[in-house]
């Protein structure tokens, strides 16, 4: 029941993305937006998302939207995550910020996918985290499932 | 993995990423830092992590391993060592072949036989396996509980995820020696989700079993488990015992059990037919219900009781004739409302490969686990009338296979006190929870004599 309409993206670089409005509504935070805005010429602003990145999101909503759930929309979601490690964690912040629940799934899975073999140390270093324990209280803790280090 | 990169708000850390991983990664991780240690400890996390979508319920196994038929004297059989099979006490209930645990990668169920996993890996070779009943998963937790034939029943709890296997203490009090076995249940109370045995030790012996135990645990809190007293008990037993005589008065044997919302229910033979007997784990007393009137109690055997949907079943099997070990037909009763059985469908056995047990659902109420005359375990879908063959088998005489629908857990069981856990320490607990041992063979000749 696409009305045609077309609704305008504004990146954070002010820049302009012309979507269907079907495409843009898979964001339940943009939809509310349109919702709420009476005069149909003013553009949406998204002043968090980068035009690369808002590219990137404008191309999953456009694919998930045409293509039914299929071998054909699977392999789009599996090349969809094959990028490097930075426009993933903005996928996943922009997708979060606009509540697109399929889309911070599959690419919070691919996270969680690269994360599983990792070591502690890795883990802190992706995530810029300290370690605050003590090595005494660290070697505790790896004994307390020492198979786990295996 | 490194680099300046944009961190990641915690809550989207936290509730979609790290909650889709593994339990060994999770274990792993506690040492990132306390906040992730104090995190993944948490019953929030523990809970979200449990019932979040991706972490998908696979089916557990026990089985028997054949031996690969060899010429070769030297061929390395992987349980020789382990598996001294006494042939002249064999008796019809004991495998001739060793039983091992297997679980499938994933709900599939596809491909090729079952894989060896961390997870269950080091009680692969435990020659007592077919001593051990276990019941669950509740949260991913198994209850263990041998089967000696003998005062010395026990019971543990077992958390496959996480390699914990903890041995439930017994009430103190001794049993009469004409060799009772336990009968137990297992699962949580709805009100405090804490987890709660339910335990009745007389069940096999000349008097109806009218004593029962009930123990509580609260993961991660007490060292030890708490017995529940029951107000009505009489002033001469120890405290802790219950009298439940009312309702298993004039039982004869238990047969499966099975817990669902709230309470465990076992399916029993009485003199006068069959019946259910359920615990309630929120009010903590035992009912009683009829089974369908129409289940035949002269039945042979192999009755069970499943979950469909969210309900509990009967599964009632009628045998092309009265000694075959065949199927003709499935009844399945469902009980939606306590008390109030209504016969589901029939389902007809002729038409199929031949059948000797249904064992359970699998995720929905069409896909059946089957024992065939073979032993062999397969899956039959009623809507499509296929059945899948999955690869392995039981043994001939009783029914060894045994199918759990299991989830990984972090629910930890060890308390307080911080042991540390190696695979060779795990298998040697559990071998000494399998063991029968010295005093056990004692009476165990002496009886003989």
Known sequence: MSTGKMIVLRSKENETFEVEEAVAVMSPTIKRMIEDDHSADTSIPLPKITSKILAKVIEYCKKHVETPESEELKSFDADFVKVDQQTLFDVIIAAHDLNIKSLVDLTCQTVADMLKGCTPEQISKTFNIENNFAPEEEEQVRRENPWAFE | ?449
């Open chain 2, 1 to 449: 993995m490194e680099g300046d990169l944009p961190n990641l708000p915690e809550d989207l850390l936290i509730d979609e990423i790290l909650v889709k991983l593994p339990v060994k990664s999770l274990l792993r991780f506690k040492c990132v830092c306390k906040k992730w240690y104090n995190l993944i400890e948490s019953s929030y996390f523990i809970r979200n992590h449990f019932n979040n979508p991706k972490n998908h319920t696979r089916l557990l196994v026990r089985h028997s391993i054949r031996p690969i038929i060899s010429d070769d004297s030297n061929s390395d059989s992987v349980w020789e060592d382990d598996f001294h099979f006494d042939s002249d006490s064999y008796d019809g209930t004991e495998p001739q072949n060793p039983l091992a645990l297997s679980i499938f990668p994933d709900e599939t169920l596809a491909g090729s036989p079952p894989v060896h996993e961390d997870i269950i890996d080091f009680i692969q070779r435990c020659p007592n396996m077919h001593r051990i009943i276990m019941i669950g998963p509740i949260g991913g937790l198994f209850l263990l509980h041998t089967n000696f034939n003998d005062v010395n029943d026990r019971l543990a709890l077992w958390n496959p995820a996480t390699a914990e296997f903890r041995r439930l203490p017994r009430p103190n009090f001794r049993f009469p020696m004409d060799g009772p076995r336990c009968v137990s249940g297992f699962g949580l109370d709805p009100l405090t989700n804490d987890y709660k045995i339910v335990w009745i030790p007389t069940f096999w012996s000349d008097a109806p079993p009218d004593l029962a135990a009930v123990a509580l645990y609260t993961p991660g809190t007490d060292e030890s488990w708490r017995q529940i007293e029951n107000p009505n008990v009489l002033a001469s037993l120890p405290g802790i015992w219950w009298k439940c005589s009312q309702i298993f008065d004039d039982c004869i044997e238990c047969f499966s059990g099975e817990y669902l919302n709230g309470a465990f229910y076992w399916l029993v033979e009485c003199t006068c037919g069959r019946r259910v007997v359920l615990f309630d784990m929120g009010r903590d007393v035992f009912r009683k219900i009829p089974a369908p009137h129409n289940v035949n109690a002269r039945s042979r055997g192999g009755n069970i009781l499943v979950q469909i949907d969210e309900s509990i079943a009967l599964l009632e099997n009628e045998y092309m004739w009265p000694h075959s070990t065949v199927l003709k037909s499935i009844n399945v009763w469902i009980m939606k409302e306590e008390g109030c059985w209504t016969k589901h469908f029939t389902l007809g056995c002729e038409a199929m490969v031949e059948i000797q047990y249904p064992l359970g659902f699998w995720r929905n109420n069409y896909e059946l686990f089957l024992e065939t005359a073979s032993n062999e375990l397969v899956l039959y879908d009623l809507n499509t009338d296929k059945v899948k063959d999955l690869g392995v088998c039981g043994d001939e005489g009783a029914s060894f296979i045994r199918i759990f629908k299991y989830r990984e857990s972090l629910v930890s069981i060890k308390g307080r006190q911080r042991e540390s856990w190696n695979r060779d320490k795990l298998r040697n607990v559990f071998s000494d929870f399998l063991a029968v041992s010295e005093s056990d063979d004692e009476e165990e000749s002496a009886k003989n004599d």
